[in-house]
């Protein structure tokens, strides 16, 4: 079942736990590896959708990220499958960054500022609602 609602007249967005957060898309291998890299802020209200063409175990690392992040693994049925909650920053240049898997198959990973997922309770097996993501509209 997807979740897609075309009500909202703004840009794309993704709401969870009652807490609406306009989103930009990564849906091209470009994007999906540029991701939040090299930004000092970003609004509490703002994130990143990643989309992938499959759902599958996925792993995420904070190479060139400069801020904490909350990365929300989510199944193909929008269902949140797990959470690497507060993600530092890696800022190495010697070593290789640690990856964060998530704990089961996903298609999508949300991306907010980090500690919005425990103040707002969003936890696995929650349910995630989209809207105006043309990406995800043309496949429904």
Not at 84 to 105: F, L, M, Q
Not at 109 to 125: F, M, S
Request: charged share 25%; proline share 6%.
């Amino acid at each position: 079942m997807l979740a897609v609602s075309g009500c909202d007249a703004g840009g794309p967005w993704v709401e969870v736990e009652g807490q609406r957060f306009s989103v930009e898309i990564a849906d091209d291998d470009a994007t999906r590896a540029q991701g939040l890299m090299f930004r000092d802020e970003m609004a509490d209200d703002h994130g990143m959708l990643f989309i992938f063409p499959d759902q599958r175990p996925r792993s995420f690392w904070m190479k060139n990220t400069r801020i904490a992040l909350d990365i929300i693994y989510i199944d193909r049925d929008f269902e949140v499958v797990s959470i690497s909650a507060d993600t530092p920053p890696c800022r190495s240049r010697n070593r290789r960054c640690p990856s964060y898997p998530s704990e089961g198959p996903a298609q999508y990973v949300l991306e907010i500022n980090g500690g919005l997922a425990a103040k707002y309770g969003i936890e696995p097996g929650d349910r995630i609602e989209v809207g105006n993501i043309a990406a995800l509209e043309n496949d429904s």
